[in-house]
């Protein structure tokens, strides 16, 4: 595990291929890929590195929909608006463990107040597995979420993707 909220990029990219393994919009050949980066992320850098990265990714998408809506009459508030809207929803996933709520919470209520979501959460010691799974779910809701604001389905996963290729593109 890295530290003082630095998350290794590969651990972040296949945090993002989680996303996509739940996406149905995801085709079969493109999920097993991601599904593969996942496990190669998690050989490498291990199941609580790939969890931070999830992490991290609530912030960045967490910010971003908030700093999207500034000026917007119609905005999001991240307190009222968005989190509730995210929390929610969770109990749509069968599989999201409740007792792993409030910590969910806590990381969208620390990019909501522009902290380092990785950091936040590194200071209560090693993601669970059953943690590590909502947080999964909560990245998936407000990546839904955006694309839905945004009035085009799979709009976050191509800006996320030409991300993704653009960093690889400057270490080249």
């Known amino acids: 595990m890295t530290s003082d909220g630095v998350v290794v990029d590969e651990a972040i990219r296949a945090a993002w291929a989680s996303y996509r393994v739940l996406d149905k919009r995801t085709s079969a050949e493109d999920r097993r890929e991601a599904q593969q980066q996942v496990e190669a992320a998690v050989d490498a850098h291990g199941r609580a590195e790939v969890s931070r990265g999830t992490v991290f990714l609530v912030g960045v998408l967490t910010g971003y929909l908030i700093a999207?809506?500034?000026g917007s009459q119609d905005r999001l508030d991240p307190l009222s608006d968005l989190i509730p809207a995210v929390i929610r929803q969770l109990p749509t996933?069968?599989?999201?463990?409740?007792?792993?709520?409030?910590?969910?919470?806590g990381v969208l209520m620390a990019a909501a107040m522009g902290m380092d979501?990785?950091?936040?959460?590194?200071?209560?010691?090693?993601?669970?597995?059953?943690e590590a799974l909502v947080h999964g779910f909560v990245l998936w809701l407000l990546a839904d979420l955006f694309d839905s604001m945004a009035g085009r389905p799979g709009v976050i996963d191509q800006l996320m993707r030409e991300t993704f290729d653009s960093m690889a593109a400057e270490k080249s």
């Open 117 to 130: 979501t990785v950091e936040w959460r590194d200071q209560f010691g090693q993601i669970p597995p059953e």
């Open 93 to 105: 996933f069968e599989t999201a463990d409740p007792a792993q709520v409030p910590m969910a919470t």
């Open 68 to 70: 999207e809506q500034s």
